[in-house]
C-alpha cells in the first residue's frame, strides 16, 4: 500500500508539473512588453501610460523594450518566437493588419502566431505640416501638394508605420504621390519636421498634440469624423475637404501558445488599467480615450484583427505598396 501511495504522489507531482509554473504562480518575475517603434512615439506613450497601472495590477514590474526595425515586424517577430509564459508581449498598433499584406516575406502570422490580449484605444491622427509652411488651410495643403508635387516632401516613421499608412490613404485622396522620407520611428521624424527639413506628415495625437498647442507646428485636420475636445480649433478632413478618415488602434498580445489563465490574467490587468483615472486623463489630454471593457479582450480584439486585415488588403494592394 506504502508503494501504490508513494507511487501515485509521484504520478500526481508529475501530473503539476506538466502544467507551466507560470500558470499556476504567474507572474513570479519582471514583465516585458515590447514596442517595434522608437521611444517617445505614440506606441511607446501609450504603452508607457498602461504599464504602471498593469503592473500594480498584476503586483509585478513591467519593462518597456524598444525594438525597432522593418515597420514593426522585426519587434514582432521576436515576441512570436517568445516563450509562451507571459513574460514577454507584444503592444503593436494597426500595422499588425496590414503586414500580412504589405510583407510578401514575414515571419510571422498575426491570427496564428499571437494570442490576443486585448484592445487598448483607438488614436485619431492630424495631418501637420512645419510651421513656416506656405498653406494656412487644409484645402490651400492638398492644393499646394498637387501644385509642388515634384518639390513636397512627407516624412513618415517606415513602411508599416501608422504615419505611413496615413500618408498613403492622403496621397490616394488628393490624387497626387509626393516624394516620401522615411525615418526609424515616428519620433525622428516629428524632430525633422519641427526642424523645417521636411514638409509634412501625418500622425497619431498622442505623438503631435504638444506640438501643436506650443505652435511647433502648423495643424491642418484631424483625421475624424468629430472635432477632438483636445484639439476643438482643429477642423475634421471632412470640414476641410478631404473624403478620408482613419484611426490607429494599439493592442497587446502574447505568443500564441501561452496558458489562456495567463492570458486572462493580462487581459485583467489591461481593463483595469483603462479604468485608472490617471490614465483616462493623460488619454484625454493626447485626444484619445480608452476603450470600452468589452473591447479589451482577447476574443473580441482576436475578431477586430481578423475585420481589419481583411479591410485593409485590398487599400494596400491598389496603391502597389510592398516591402521586402
Given amino acids: 500500500m506504502k508503494r501504490i501511495l508513494a507511487t501515485l504522489a509521484s504520478v500526481a507531482a508529475l501530473g503539476l ?7 499556476q504562480n504567474y507572474p513570479e518575475r519582471a ?10 512615439g505614440p506606441t511607446d506613450t501609450v504603452t508607457r501610460l498602461i504599464a504602471e497601472p498593469m503592473a500594480k495590477s498584476l503586483g509585478a514590474e513591467i519593462v518597456v523594450q524598444n525594438v525597432t526595425g522593418a515597420g514593426g515586424t522585426v519587434a514582432a517577430g521576436q515576441v512570436a518566437k517568445a516563450e509562451p509564459d507571459g513574460y514577454t508581449i507584444l503592444m503593436h498598433h494597426i500595422g499588425m493588419s496590414t503586414a500580412p499584406t504589405l510583407y510578401k516575406n514575414l515571419p510571422y502570422k498575426p491570427l496564428e502566431d499571437f494570442a490576443a490580449i486585448g484592445l487598448v484605444t483607438e488614436v485619431p491622427m492630424t495631418i501637420i505640416g512645419r510651421k513656416d509652411l506656405a498653406p494656412a488651410t487644409l484645402q490651400e495643403l492638398i492644393d499646394y501638394v498637387k501644385t509642388n508635387k515634384d518639390k513636397v516632401t512627407y516624412a513618415n516613421a517606415g513602411i508599416g508605420a ?11 485622396a488628393v490624387g497626387t504621390q ?3 522620407v522615411p525615418y526609424k520611428g515616428t519620433g525622428p521624424a516629428l524632430t525633422d519636421l519641427v526642424g523645417g527639413q521636411v514638409d509634412f ?5 498622442t505623438n503631435t498634440t504638444g506640438q501643436i498647442k506650443s505652435g511647433q507646428v502648423k495643424a491642418y485636420a484631424v483625421t475624424t469624423g468629430e472635432r477632438l475636445a483636445s484639439l476643438p480649433d482643429l477642423p475634421t478632413t471632412k470640414e476641410g475637404g478631404l473624403d478620408m478618415q482613419v484611426s490607429v488602434w494599439h493592442a497587446l498580445y502574447a505568443p500564441a501558445g501561452t496558458p489562456e489563465d495567463v492570458v486572462k490574467k493580462l487581459s485583467t490587468a489591461l481593463q483595469s488599467a483603462l479604468k485608472d483615472q490617471k490614465v483616462i486623463d493623460r488619454f484625454a489630454e493626447l485626444g ?5 471593457q468589452d473591447r479589451a479582450t482577447p476574443a473580441a480584439h482576436t475578431e477586430m484583427l481578423a475585420s481589419q486585415i481583411k479591410l485593409w488588403k485590398p487599400i494596400i494592394e491598389a496603391a502597389g505598396v510592398a516591402a521586402q
Fill in 17 to 23: 508539473s506538466a502544467f507551466p509554473a507560470g500558470a
Fill in 31 to 40: 514583465i516585458s512588453i515590447v514596442v517595434p517603434f522608437s521611444a517617445g
Fill in 162 to 172: 501608422a504615419s505611413h499608412l496615413c500618408g498613403m490613404l492622403f496621397m490616394e
Fill in 178 to 180: 509626393v516624394t516620401t
Fill in 201 to 205: 506628415m501625418c500622425d497619431q495625437t
Fill in 288 to 292: 484619445t480615450t480608452p476603450v470600452a
